[in-house]
């Protein structure tokens, strides 16, 4: 079954600064990774995925993120932070269609706090 | 496209009642997924129907109940509510056999009392 752990429940950056968060997953066979933002009192939104091919992959809002299969990681990155980032952001894992068709598995989320 | 909605928004219940919560996908969309949303467990997987049909179940007891109709709306109806269910009640939808890549509603916050 698959897991998805993200180390870091809370994390304070500056208006700015560069940030990086963590996302380890388990999974027996090629994973379907994805990145979802989430602002207080609303829904997920899709901030990137990762299907195959290039393992550095671009999203929405100035977000990216790496695939490192040696790692079992899919960290997010962004340059320069800006207040608007502060919400809760969720990893998930899901199988690929040959691996036939289970749930996605989120981790618990990392909460970014951005401070002036 | 119209995105993935969700009502009522807001619920309030007493322990006991019973509640429904309805879901309309993306125009498309024949996946529908459940999540329960607490600040202690997190994002946890409630159900997926796709045409109609419930693929996947999570582990929640029998008073979580799913549907999905012809049209790909769905509902979810949990009964007999404990404390416990208060949560946020997310739907999201998917466009493939595959469920992945799911684009959420805003979600139906209930509190039971």
């Known amino acids: 079954a698959q897991s998805v752990t993200q180390p870091d429940i809370h994390i304070t950056v500056s208006e700015g600064a560069s940030l990086e968060l963590r996302c380890n997953y388990s999974?027996?066979?090629?994973?379907?990774l994805f990145w979802y933002v989430q602002s207080p009192g609303q829904g997920l939104q899709l901030l990137l995925k990762?299907?195959?091919?290039?393992?550095l992959v671009q999203g929405i809002k100035g977000f990216e993120a790496e695939f490192k299969r040696s790692q079992s990681s899919f960290n997010l990155r962004k340059p320069s932070v800006h207040w608007s980032d502060a919400a809760e952001y969720f990893c998930?894992?899901?199988?690929?269609?040959?691996?036939?068709?289970?749930?996605?598995?989120f981790g618990k989320g990392t909460r970014l706090s951005v401070i002036a | 496209k119209a995105g993935v909605t969700q009502t009522p928004r807001y619920l309030i219940k007493t322990r006991g009642q019973q509640v429904t919560l309805s879901c309309s996908p993306i125009?498309?969309?024949?996946?529908v997924s459940w999540y329960q949303q607490t600040p202690g467990q997190g994002l946890q997987f409630l159900f997926e129907?796709?045409?109609?049909?419930?693929?996947n179940k999570g582990n929640f007891p029998g008073r979580f109940s799913g549907r999905q109709f012809s049209n790909s709306r769905s509902e979810m109806n949990v009964s007999t509510l404990e404390l416990g269910d208060s949560a946020l009640y997310l739907c999201?939808?998917?466009?493939?056999?595959?469920?992945?890549?799911?684009?959420f509603g805003p979600g139906t916050r209930l509190t039971v009392l």
């Open positions: 999201a939808s998917s466009p493939g056999q595959v469920a992945n890549e799911q684009f």
């Open positions: 999974y027996g066979a090629t994973p379907y």
């Open positions: 990762y299907f195959s091919g290039d393992t």
């Open positions: 998930a894992v899901g199988a690929s269609p040959n691996s036939g068709n289970t749930p996605l598995v």
């Open positions: 125009s498309g969309h024949r996946s």
């Open positions: 129907y796709f045409s109609e049909t419930q693929r």
